[in-house]
Every structure is written in C-alpha cells, then in structure tokens.
C-alpha cells in the first residue's frame, strides 16, 4: 500500500463550511461592526444584533480561518478582512461573497444534475430582477482588480473606439474611459443588465463618452466601426460551438485591422492549471448550463477559424489574463 492519508480528503469535503461561515459573517455584518475599532463578543452582538452565543461560533471559525484575529476578549479585523470585507476601502468584496451566497451556493446543489445528464434545470442568464443585481455587481466585484489591470496593460492610445460586449454595468469602460480621455466607448449587453449599466452610470464623468446598446450578441446586429473590441469573461459561459460563432460576428462587424481582447480565466492546454479556474469551471457551467474554462490554445484554434489572427497573451489580474488579436487581413 503506497503511504496515503485521509488528509486531503477532509480538507476538501469541508470546504464549503468555511466558505458558508465566510458568507454568513459578511451578511450579519461581523466584518462591518469591527472596522472602526476591536471589540469584545457582548459589543459585537449589540453592533450586529446577533445572538451572542451563535455570534461566538461565527467569529471564533473567523479566527480559525484568518478572517478575525482575538487578543484576550477583543475580536478585530485581519488585513485581508479590513481591505476586502470592511465596507471602508474602494477594493470591496462583499457583492462578490453575496453573489455567491444567495446565488451561486444555491446552484452548487444542482451540479450533480448537470454533470450526469448535461441538462440544466434553468435558464441561460434566466435571473430574477432581484438575481440579476446580485450576480452584476457580484461579478463587477470579483473582476474589479481586473479591468483596473486591463487599462493599465493594454495600450488603449492607439485606439479610437472601444466597444465592451457582455460588458455588464461598465466596469472595464469605466476604467479605461478615465485612463484614456480620447476614447469613446459603447456597452452592449442584454436588456435587464443595460438597464442597471445605465443607473450605475449615470452622473459619471466619463458617461458622455459612453453608449449603452442593449441586445443579444448572438441574434442582434452588433455596433460597427470600432477599432477595438472587448470581450471579457463572456466565453467561459458558452460551449466553443456559440463562442467561435460569437467571434465570426464580431469579425463580420469589425473594420479592417480592428484589434479584439479576450480577457478570461484561460488555462493550461490540460485545464487543470491554475487550481482556482478548474474549480470556477464548475461554477461556469452552473451559470447558463455550458459553461467551462478554455486554454488559450483552444482559443487560438478558434480565432484562426473565424478571420482572426492571434497577436499575444499577457497577464492581468488573479485568474485573469488578456489574449490580443487582430482582424486578418
Ligand atoms: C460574467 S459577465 C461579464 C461582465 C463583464 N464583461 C465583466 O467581465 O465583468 C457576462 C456578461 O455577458 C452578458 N451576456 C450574456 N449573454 C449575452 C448575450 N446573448 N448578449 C449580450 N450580452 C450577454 C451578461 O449579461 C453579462 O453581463
């Protein structure tokens, strides 16, 4: 028998009690209460308004997980707890632990289903008024320290015109707009999400360099006469079948020389690499119900087929990275 333990087995099976932990310590607000200043349980369950004695298991898995640090009876928040969780910083990743709490938690339960009959039992971005707000702004959330990579990586001065498709309430334009202040831009994406881009963008600075189109980017004529086009985090939601004619769209639309970038959590030609995207995987395809990550070889075999010319691949932010093309000639 070669040497094993059980080890890695428990890690994993537990996981998602530290995650639902994590979730339900946002939502009560523990990280909140404690931004200003440590406290001790009795004052935490006054701030919060929880139990005192279900408050104490919840802050104490906190400490156990590096979320809370505890100095005799006083409970205060970790660095990675008062940058991302305080509701004090521009880095905030709360929509993102909501996201996934009221959402995405629930569909993990569907994912057996899914996984032996390939059929899943909603819709493709079939969200509820009160779903889809949770999703966008858990998704602007998660992706924020990417679009800010975005437009700091991508030389955006040669461009004139950028159009973000699937580009949900605008948090790549918005970054590259304020970058770039000869740019103009267009958002397109479906009704509903256009409808919050608007909210959200109204009163920007940069919205008047800013069209919102809504549309279905597989059925609907696409804007034209943009040098460059965006697509990020649109792909992992598709089987390769809807996004190689995705790209032919595009292709159609855009004018000769037109720059695209892809900007996805791409792989390893195995997609096992890295450990974080084979997990998002899962949570890709329990989104529209054909989902999955793609390597960049994949992608390059598609662009190739669709007038495409593959340019370069750069890193960006956490899982993200930007592979550039060029309309072939
Ligand atoms: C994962 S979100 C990415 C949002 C944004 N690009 C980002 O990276 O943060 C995928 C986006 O694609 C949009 N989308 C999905 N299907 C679409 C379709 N058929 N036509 C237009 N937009 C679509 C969704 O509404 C959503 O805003």
Request: proline residues 5%.
């Amino acid at each position: 028998m070669p040497d094993a333990t059980p080890d890695l087995i428990f890690q994993v099976a537990n996981g998602f009690m530290a995650a639902k932990h994590l979730f339900v310590a946002n939502e009560v607000g523990l990280f909140v209460a404690l931004a200003a200043s440590p406290a001790t349980l009795d004052t935490l369950a006054q701030r919060t308004g929880i139990p005192r004695r279900t408050l104490r298991i919840l802050a104490d898995a906190m400490v156990a997980l590096g979320f809370l640090e505890r100095q005799g009876d006083q409970y205060q928040n970790t660095p990675v707890s008062s940058t991302f969780l305080s509701g004090r910083t521009p880095t905030d990743l709360r929509p993102a632990l909501r996201y996934w709490n009221h959402l995405n938690y629930q569909r993990w339960t569907e994912l057996e289903a899914v996984v032996r009959t390939e059929q899943a039992g909603f819709g493709e971005f079939a969200f509820t008024a009160e779903e889809q707000q949770l999703y966008t702004e858990g998704v602007e959330a998660f992706n924020a320290g990417t679009a800010r990579a975005l437009a700091t990586t991508y030389e955006f001065a040669r461009h004139r015109k950028v159009l973000d498709l699937g580009g949900g309430i605008g948090s790549f334009l918005l970054a590259v707009l304020r970058q770039y202040t000869h740019v103009e831009a267009t958002l397109f994406d479906l009704p509903a999400v256009a409808t919050l881009a608007r909210q959200r963008l109204a009163g920007s600075p940069v919205a008047t360099r800013l069209r919102i189109v809504e549309g279905d980017f597989f059925t609907e004529p696409l804007p034209a006469n943009h040098d460059v086009i965006l697509i990020a985090n649109v792909f992992h939601n598709f089987l390769p079948e809807r996004n190689r004619a995705l790209l032919e769209r595009v292709c159609a639309c855009a004018p000769a020389g037109a720059r695209l970038l892809l900007v996805d959590a791409w792989t390893d030609p195995t997609h096992t690499q890295p450990l974080m995207a084979a997990l998002m995987a899962g949570a890709f395809l329990l989104v529209t119900g054909e989902g999955d990550v793609y390597s960049a070889e994949e992608v390059r075999d598609w662009l190739q087929a669709t007038g495409w010319r593959m340019l370069e691949g750069k890193p960006l932010a956490g899982l993200s990275s930007l592979l550039v093309a060029e309309k072939a000639a």
